[in-house]
């Protein structure tokens, strides 16, 4: 009788332990993903190449709406921002914009961007702490909304209003501590040493400027809603107190964002899924918190203000995904196993801060053990995960990196190597690249050089 022989299975060093159970639950040994929104990740690799940047237009459309339909069934007037530097690919800026989303924007090409895909001014939020003259003469002359970050900026955009014989409203950014967050004081003017209400009662005299609007963020990735109970209540004691000392009137609050996705940060002890709040918790607390603040406005004859929020994260990041694939395996001297795959931090900038989700495409043999991945990049730096459970990897195996959708496609890196293809897959199933593949020739477009470096190289 013919013994059946056994397939070869690639050895592995095993730590022996007590077992795999710990107090935060079982290790999952069996999971992998081979397919994205029903497109087979096979054919996504092999008619894009890899790595692979995939986006979900469904996942995406559902998020905004749900976010805006928590939001918008809890409190009357609600507007929701777009955070631009989260990720600003036209597609995606553009799904949102069809879903009522306004633009939330940090410098003048993001304002550039939302104004060439169609956005009007007055519907520009513009945060942040440089605008030049030359940007604030625009955002005047087209009506853009204006948040004022510092007292710089204050007198240069008085100046401006004043040449242009326009008296512009404007919203200005506070700071203050929540005492939940740690406070975010080189942005806005802060509320405990009085700089702020100094700036409100400078725009109150002034003949050019008119105090309409209160923003703050108080963070990022905020996992306690109590924070945002904080928030509102500061800054509605703050508007009363701007409006008795200054006679404006506040017509919006904008929150800012700051609201966590599901991804695990580095050194947190849970999950994400345990430990994130939801869009509802983070919607009671704010809006639960301004509707008590501002009962007595119509009393007062004031409308309550409009509830402006900019979130980013917790709106696309779980819709984005990253398809990598091993390019080179190895055995480390403390004798763990590592990978190298084809994208790293580059393409990758938030493996600083999270423990990504990382699950091969397909049924992975062999006992799972404690794995090192690292990126192609010749920097020592460059690791996506520091440590992961998995079975035995090969040269061409695909692994799925999510959730990726904030601020990878806006703070990744032309270092070393080209940056990859951007694909949607759109709610028919049809796949489109919404950012193509970089190239020589286009890293070469805007390079120019002189004549005489040109050729007549001299090689010994």
Same mark, same amino acid.
């Given at each position: 009788?013919?013994?059946?022989?056994?397939?070869?299975?690639?050895?592995?060093?095993?730590?022996?332990?007590?077992?795999?159970?710990?107090?935060?639950?079982?290790?999952?040994?069996?999971?992998?993903?081979? +397919?994205?929104?029903?497109?087979?990740?096979?054919?996504?690799?092999?008619?894009?190449?890899?790595?692979?940047?995939?986006?979900? *237009? #469904?996942?995406?459309?559902?998020?905004?709406? #749900?976010?805006?339909?928590?939001?918008?069934?809890?409190?009357?007037?609600?507007?929701?921002?777009?955070?631009?530097?989260?990720?600003?690919?036209?597609?995606?800026?553009?799904? !949102?914009?069809?879903?009522?989303?306004?633009?939330?924007?940090?410098? &003048?090409?993001?304002?550039?961007?939302?104004?060439?895909?169609?956005?009007?001014?007055?519907?520009?939020?513009?945060?942040?702490?440089?605008?030049?003259?030359?940007?604030?003469?625009?955002?005047?002359?087209?009506?853009?909304?204006?948040?004022?970050?510092?007292?710089?900026?204050?007198?240069?955009?008085?100046?401006?209003?004043?040449?242009?014989?326009?008296?512009?409203?404007?919203?200005?950014?506070?700071?203050?501590?929540?005492?939940?967050?740690?406070?975010?004081?080189?942005?806005?003017?802060?509320?405990?040493?009085?700089?702020?209400?100094?700036?409100?009662?400078?725009?109150?005299?002034?003949?050019?400027?008119? !105090?309409?609007?209160?923003?703050?963020?108080?963070?990022?990735?905020?996992?306690?809603?109590?924070?945002?109970?904080?928030?509102? #209540?500061?800054?509605?004691?703050?508007? #009363?107190?701007?409006?008795?000392? +200054?006679?404006?009137?506040?017509?919006?609050?904008?929150?800012?964002?700051?609201?966590?996705?599901?991804?695990?940060?580095?050194?947190?002890?849970?999950?994400?899924?345990?430990?994130?709040?939801?869009?509802?918790?983070?919607?009671?607390?704010?809006?639960?918190? !301004?509707?008590? *603040?501002?009962?007595?406005?119509?009393?007062?004859?004031?409308?309550?203000?409009?509830?402006?929020?900019?979130?980013?994260?917790?709106?696309?990041?779980?819709?984005?995904?990253?398809?990598?694939?091993?390019?080179?395996?190895?055995?480390?001297?403390?004798?763990?196993?590592?990978?190298?795959?084809?994208?790293?931090?580059?393409? !990758?900038? +938030?493996?600083?801060?999270?423990?990504?989700?990382?699950?091969?495409?397909?049924?992975?043999?062999?006992?799972?053990?404690?794995?090192?991945?690292?990126?192609?990049?010749?920097?020592?730096?460059?690791? &996506?995960?520091?440590?992961?459970?998995?079975?035995?990897?090969?040269?061409?195996?695909?692994?799925?990196?999510?959730?990726?959708?904030?601020?990878?496609?806006?703070?990744?890196?032309?270092?070393?190597?080209?940056?990859?293809?951007?694909?949607?897959?759109?709610?028919?199933?049809?796949?489109?690249?919404?950012?193509?593949?970089?190239?020589?020739?286009?890293?070469?477009?805007?390079?120019?050089?002189?004549?005489?470096?040109?050729?007549?190289?001299?090689?010994?």
């Amino acid at each position: 009788m013919q013994t059946r022989k056994k397939s070869w299975v690639k050895p592995t060093i095993t730590q022996h332990g007590g077992s795999t159970l710990n107090k935060f639950g079982r290790m999952p040994m069996k999971d992998y993903i081979d +397919t994205i929104e029903g497109v087979s990740i096979a054919s996504l690799v092999k008619d894009y190449g890899s790595p692979l940047f995939v986006l979900s *237009e #469904k996942q995406l459309r559902e998020n905004v709406r #749900k976010l805006r339909q928590t939001f918008e069934s809890r409190y009357q007037h609600v507007v929701y921002g777009w955070s631009y530097k989260t990720n600003y690919l036209n597609t995606v800026c553009s799904i !949102l914009h069809q879903e009522g989303a306004w633009a939330e924007v940090v410098s &003048i090409f993001e304002y550039e961007k939302a104004r060439a895909l169609g956005v009007p001014a007055n519907r520009i939020l513009f945060n942040g702490p440089h605008k030049s003259r030359e940007t604030l003469q625009r955002c005047v002359e087209e009506g853009a909304r204006i948040h004022i970050d510092n007292t710089d900026e204050l007198y240069l955009l008085e100046s401006v209003a004043q040449a242009a014989n326009k008296p512009v409203d404007v919203t200005i950014r506070l700071n203050f501590d929540t005492g939940y967050t740690e406070a975010w004081s080189r942005f806005g003017f802060n509320i405990e040493s009085g700089q702020a209400i100094n700036a409100a009662k400078r725009i109150g005299s002034s003949q050019w400027l008119h !105090l309409c609007g209160l923003h703050s963020h108080i963070g990022t990735f905020i996992l306690d809603s109590r924070a945002y109970s904080s928030q509102v #209540k500061i800054m509605c004691d703050f508007m #009363k107190t701007a409006e008795q000392q +200054t006679g404006c009137v506040i017509s919006s609050i904008d929150i800012g964002g700051g609201f966590a996705s599901k991804n695990d940060l580095h050194g947190m002890y849970q999950p994400a899924e345990q430990i994130v709040p939801s869009i509802e918790q983070y919607a009671d607390a704010i809006c639960t918190t !301004l509707i008590q *603040e501002t009962a007595d406005r119509e009393a007062a004859g004031k409308p309550r203000p409009t509830l402006i929020m900019e979130s980013g994260r917790s709106v696309i990041d779980d819709a984005e995904m990253l398809i990598s694939s091993i390019v080179s395996t190895r055995r480390l001297p403390d004798g763990r196993a590592a990978a190298v795959m084809d994208a790293g931090v580059n393409l !990758l900038f +938030t493996a600083f801060w999270y423990n990504h989700r990382i699950q091969p495409t397909r049924l992975l043999e062999g006992v799972a053990e404690d794995t090192v991945l690292y990126g192609p990049l010749c920097m020592n730096i460059d690791v &996506i995960r520091q440590s992961i459970m998995m079975p035995p990897l090969s040269v061409g195996d695909s692994l799925v990196v999510s959730p990726v959708g904030a601020y990878n496609n806006t703070q990744w890196m032309q270092f070393i190597e080209y940056r990859p293809n951007i694909v949607m897959i759109h709610e028919d199933g049809q796949t489109s690249v919404i950012r193509e593949a970089e190239d020589l020739a286009f890293m070469n477009q805007l390079e120019k050089m002189p004549e005489h470096v040109v050729g007549n190289h001299q090689y010994d």
